[in-house]
């Protein structure tokens, strides 16, 4: 009896999910687990939570959801908790498992801890396979060795739509062959050292974790509302649901893949028309894909002060002061204040917003960026690595920007984007 773990992190899906199909297909049995690992609740260096109340609420949801489904199709989740190099190789040495899949890492603590479980279960025999399933385009597509990317998106854009094709998704399993896994605890929030706060009622959207939602979502923006046809003129509003997709959470924790959204705007296209809106969705995703393969080619630099550059001078001294009267939302900018009261009170910001208020913290705040990337690490419900530092490298002058300097004039965007004063006053004055 071949007898196989599947470990999800942020792959917590069912559908287009290779990692599992594969399993399912070379083994008789299999163990799906997911450990918290201790260390993604930590304060990290610049003195923010790796995950903050918001996440961590939302990532709960969503693996109630994954136990559910898993255990409708005869199978449940194991839940951890420690250090997965730990961990993983008890419930190895428990089931007798030969094989451990699981998705495969970019970015650089990441893939430290891919090496250290892969060490430890070399020592048990047990072998140690990864599927890349987080983008798109699928890595071994791509129409360039990773060293050869074009650091410009568009020069990237331009050659996979011309050279590269989006893969079928693997379908949802009927059944999957487990033995009988007492019921699944996750850990309160307490247990992780947080505390629950509940998403405030003005918030663009009120989140809810896991794969089901993540589906619903996906029809009401397509197949529901049709709002979908026009987001390329809605995609840079500020106040409600319906603006811009709200994928980004769900994607942050693979909810949903970009291949599904992409067989789904496909099959929304045959039935209601294409148009520039639904070609700029699958743009936008294309940023996510850019950012991803950015960090495979530079890997550790995005997280340096000097980014990907090589001819910046050092970090900056911190001003504790201008810091926390960005995070409070009280500095000069009524426009940046309510922004950050948005991402403070419910765990998201429009893209807009997150544009200004990291141009504002870099070149009118004159902070390292880094912490204002740290920040948005612990706030964001739809925190990604790559997608994360790799924006706020692009606007501190260090990442992808082929115009080096992007500066945004703040009362210019306000007016822009903002001209009634509508979500200003929506977080500043009720
Ligand atoms: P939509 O406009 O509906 O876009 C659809 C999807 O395309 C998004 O869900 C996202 O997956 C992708 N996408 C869109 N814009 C970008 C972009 N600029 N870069 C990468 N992917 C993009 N996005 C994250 O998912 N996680 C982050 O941690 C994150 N941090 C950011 C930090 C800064 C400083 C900036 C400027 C942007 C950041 N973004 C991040 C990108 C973008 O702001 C969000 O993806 C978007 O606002 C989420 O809302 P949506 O799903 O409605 O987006």
Redesign the pocket.
Known sequence: MKTSVVWFKTDLRLHDNETLVKAIAQSDQIIPVYCFDDSHFETTDYGFKKTGNFRAQFLLESLQNLDRSLRELNSGLLILRGKPEVEIPKIVAEYKAQKVFAKREVAFEEKQMELLLQTELFKLRCEFETSSTSTLYHAEDLPFSIKDIPDVFSNFRKKIEKDATVRPIFDKPLFINSPKFPESVLPTLADLGLEYKAIDCRAAIQFEGGENEAIKRLNHYFFETKSISN?KET?NEMIGTDY?????AW??LGCISPRFIYQEIKKYESQFGSNDSTYW?VF??L??DF?RFMFKKHQTKFFLYSGIKTDRENSKSLNENLLSQWISGTTNSDFINANMLELKLTGFM??RG??NV?SYFCNELNIDWRLGAAY?EQQ?I???VC??W???AY?AGVGNDPRGHRYFNIEKQANDYDKKHIFRDLWLKS
């Open positions: 987001y995609r811009s997709s709200k994928f980004s994607l942050a969705l936008e995703l940023w996510r950012f429009s893209n997150r544009q990291a948005f964001l739809d925190y990604d997608s994360n790799g924006n706020w606007l």
